[in-house]
């Protein structure tokens, strides 16, 4: 017996799965937006609503720990985590306590190493446009020629990785950032290897531990190896899988917030304008990228109580998708939730997810976003796109385009 579809969502879904509308999902973000929550089966949902999100974002009785360990081998006979427990994986993929533990090492180290950096930060961005500079109409992609060089130049400065190292990690960084997405999205064979691609990339990342423990030098790793008390310090597996995370969400995610953010000043000529007279309004722009064309689509969890939801009970041990681009521009929360509008007020988007695993790389994607989108504004004369859609990566969780061709009447040399 055939059923009448009884869950509407899967359709809409379906349509945001299919990569021919990776360039807009936003109409079917929109259809979504109807509803605060939907069923997508027997036991997955799909939240929507900015609010609902948030507040799942911050509730405990939700987890992000797979039942099975996400990285390397585990189980008895696997490596232990500094818990004592089997090693399960990079701290995102960790619930409190032994989350907070390794993350708040984690912070310990990088907050302080990213407070001055902001100069730096400008002045690669600088360098890297003088190498298309001239006085001359020419034609630059965005992407590979700022927005990808340099969030790459920056983690592999902050975490003392080699940056001829770049091929190897992205390799990685393609196949492990695609298992992001929803399994459907996949191939047989993605899916195959991707044990395999993980157990590669801790023993790629372990060999880079035990060289910092024999040269301590001014990086992270170093910090996390030598700081602190030895007692509760991580153990290799957490400090690799943790050197792995920072290196991949370092880089794979500040790439499109530069890409969107390009696409989005080209698209809004006014905005573009306005930036170019006025940098100051670089913070506002960034905050309004982050909101309308988020870089890190959805996430995902699932329930370990009976919750709640917009009056829906969602049963214990279902999954939860929230998906932050749908909550962003939800018009429950949002004013013209589809104009781009640096000047809006109280922009309390959820690029940047919420709660236990908030971003901690938020303060430094900022300072990138913003020296990269001025520079862009200001050096850039009369920019314009080459093609309007751009070409987009096959993510779906973590969304940008391949390529942003930018067409302009010159460079201004810096100076
Ligand atoms: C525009 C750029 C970025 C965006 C949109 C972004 C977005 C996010 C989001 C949504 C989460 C939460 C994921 C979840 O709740 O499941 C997250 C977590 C994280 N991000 Fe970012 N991120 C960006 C840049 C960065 C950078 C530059 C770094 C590091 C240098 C970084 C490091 C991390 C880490 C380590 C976590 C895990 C935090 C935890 O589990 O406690 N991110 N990011």
Redesign the pocket.
């Known amino acids: 017996m055939t059923s009448a579809r009884p869950y509407p969502a899967a359709a809409l879904f379906g349509r945001l799965l299919d990569h021919a509308n990776r360039h807009d999902p936003y109409p079917y973000f929109a259809e979504l937006t109807r509803e605060p929550i939907w069923q997508l089966d027997a036991h997955t949902w799909l939240v929507s609503g900015h609010c609902e999100i948030s507040a799942l974002?911050r509730d405990p009785r939700l987890s992000?720990q797979d039942a099975a360990p996400a990285d390397g081998p585990s189980g008895p006979s696997g490596p232990l985590g500094s818990d004592g427990r089997p090693f399960h994986g990079?701290?995102?993929?960790?619930d409190p306590p032994h989350?907070d533990a390794l993350?708040a090492q984690?912070v310990h180290q990088?907050a302080p190493r990213i407070l001055g950096m902001r100069p730096h930060i400008e002045a690669m961005v600088a360098g890297l446009l003088d190498q298309h500079g001239g006085s001359g109409p020419g034609e630059i992609d965005v992407v590979a020629s700022l927005a990808y060089p340099l969030?790459v130049a920056?983690?592999c400065a902050?975490l003392g990785v080699p940056p001829e190292e770049e091929p190897v990690f992205h390799s990685f960084a393609g196949r492990l950032t695609r298992a992001l997405d929803p399994v459907e999205t996949l191939s047989k064979q993605e899916i195959a290897e991707l044990e395999v691609t993980r157990a590669d990339w801790l023993a790629y990342l372990l060999p880079m531990i035990e060289e910092r423990r024999a040269t301590p030098a001014t990086d992270l790793v170093s910090g996390l190896l030598t700081d602190g008390d030895p007692a509760t310090r991580m153990v290799d597996v957490e400090l690799a899988a943790?050197l792995g995370?920072?290196l991949i969400?370092?880089?794979e995610?500040?790439v499109?917030?530069i890409a969107n953010g390009t696409l989005a000043l080209l698209r809004n000529p006014d905005v573009l304008a306005r930036l170019r007279a006025d940098p100051g309004l670089a913070p506002a722009v960034v905050e309004e990228v982050?909101r309308f064309d988020?870089?890190?689509q959805m996430?995902?969890?699932h329930t370990t109580a009976d919750i709640r939801v917009a009056g829906q009970v969602v049963p214990a041990g279902d999954r939860i998708t929230?998906m932050?681009a749908a909550g962003n521009r939800d018009p429950r929360r949002f004013a013209a939730p589809d104009r781009f509008w640096p000047e809006r007020t109280g922009n309390a988007h959820?690029?940047?997810?919420?709660?236990?695993?908030?971003?901690?790389?938020?303060a430094?994607?900022?300072m990138?976003?913003q020296a990269a989108l001025t520079a862009i504004a200001t050096r850039l004369s009369n920019p314009r796109p080459v093609a309007d859609p751009p070409p987009y990566r096959p993510n779906m969780l973590l969304r940008g385009p391949e390529e942003v061709r930018v067409a302009h009447d010159g460079i201004t040399p810096t100076g």
């Not at 990079?90 to 960790?94: I, R």
């Not at 959820?350 to 938020?362: D, K, P, Q, R």
């Open positions: 974002l992000a990079p701290f995102l993929l960790l989350h993350r984690t990088f969030p920056v983690i902050l943790t995370l920072l969400a370092g880089h995610t500040t499109n917030l982050l988020p870089p890190v996430n995902g969890r929230l932050l959820l690029a940047f997810g919420g709660g236990v695993h908030y971003c901690l790389g938020a430094l994607a900022r990138e976003g």
